[in-house]
């Protein structure tokens, strides 16, 4: 008979994490997790830069922690190494570079399509990201400039003249980042950095008084255009630009077609659940930064996970 999982758990982040070993600790057994990029928590690996602060209270958000894994502040790394160490001792497993393109329950049982074939669960739990899929400029960008484009400092080298467009933590902290060794700007719709944190925020203007990033405020992005394989962004309000490399970091989106693909309902932008983070379909459970309204929280998260673990637990079980 083919196996069946008592829970898959769609996204390796905290979340994810969070309710693998609760579940585990609660005596569920058979789990199963899967994460469609190399290794756990992509978002923090890929958009946040090295050394980054990691807090447990995001932007100020004063969190108890419900359940057993005790998250404190730390660093990108630390923070990537302690949730090695939650993963290896609670004998998750954890399968990687494996997407999954919808969920279909079929009488008690559910069906976690991946490429080749389908995963049996009895209970599903979705915790991707809003950052697997990173927002992206309504305008096209040219083929021939698509290098020069990115969502992370991944391609950056030094000597380069960068365009960041973002107001947010992200794209302040790249922006930064990149200053010492490169000509900087900065554009962001808005007059002000207000979404970013307060550390943030004073990091950026103590770049821009040293004239280490530019800023180009309140001011909107129409296109890009190849100027000889360079980037030509063309600005409604001032004259246009040409930058060696531009980096977005304008947030991420719901993954809205999977959600729908799943039969799982959405409204303002988020999936909708119960206090129990229970969609409408028994057993389908969402958790992590896509019920957030501006998400990123760890430790709303781990209590996600645990919240799930626990009403599994108690009314499913």
């Known amino acids: 008979m083919e196996k069946v999982y008592d829970m898959v758990i769609v996204g390796a982040g905290p979340a994810g994490i969070a309710a693998a070993v609760e579940s585990y600790l609660l005596g569920i057994r058979n789990i199963l997790m899967l994460e469609k990029d190399e290794n ?80 049996k669960a009895k209970y599903v739990v979705v915790t991707i990201g809003r950052m697997g899929k990173p927002n992206k400029p309504e305008y096209k960008i040219p083929t021939n400039i698509k290098k020069r484009v990115g969502y992370t400092l991944d391609d950056c080298s030094e000597g380069e003249k960068i365009l960041v467009v973002g107001g947010g933590d992200s794209a302040i902290e790249y922006a930064v980042d990149l200053s010492p060794k490169n ?12 979404r970013a944190n307060p550390i943030n925020q004073r990091d950026i203007a103590n770049a821009i008084a040293h004239s280490e990033v530019r800023p180009i405020l309140g001011v909107n992005i129409s296109a890009l255009e190849d100027e000889e394989g360079r980037v030509r962004v063309v600005y409604d309000e001032i004259e246009p630009e040409i ?42 459970f969402v958790a992590g930064d896509i019920t957030q309204e501006s998400g990123g929280s760890i430790a709303l998260g781990l209590n996600h996970g645990y919240k799930i673990a626990c009403h599994i637990n108690e009314h499913h079980s």
């Open 243 to 284: 930058y060696d490399r531009v980096i977005y970091a304008i947030g991420g989106t719901t993954p809205s077609a999977f959600l729908a693909s799943s039969g799982i309902e959405e409204q303002d932008g988020k999936p909708v659940h119960d206090d129990n983070y229970e969609t409408a379909i028994e057993g389908l």
């Open 183 to 194: 000509d900087v700007s900065i554009c962001y719709r808005r007059e002000t950095f207000r």
């Open 40 to 119: 756990h928590n992509a978002t923090i690996r890929k958009y946040y830069k090295d050394n980054k602060r990691v807090d447990k209270d995001w932007k100020g958000q004063k969190v108890e922690l419900d359940g057993n894994i005790y998250f404190l502040d730390g660093t990108k790394e630390t923070t990537l190494d302690f949730f090695d160490e939650v993963i290896k001792a609670h004998g998750v497993e954890l399968v990687t570079h494996t997407e999954v393109s919808k969920i279909e329950k079929s009488g008690e049982i559910f069906d976690v399509f991946i490429a080749g074939g389908s995963i």
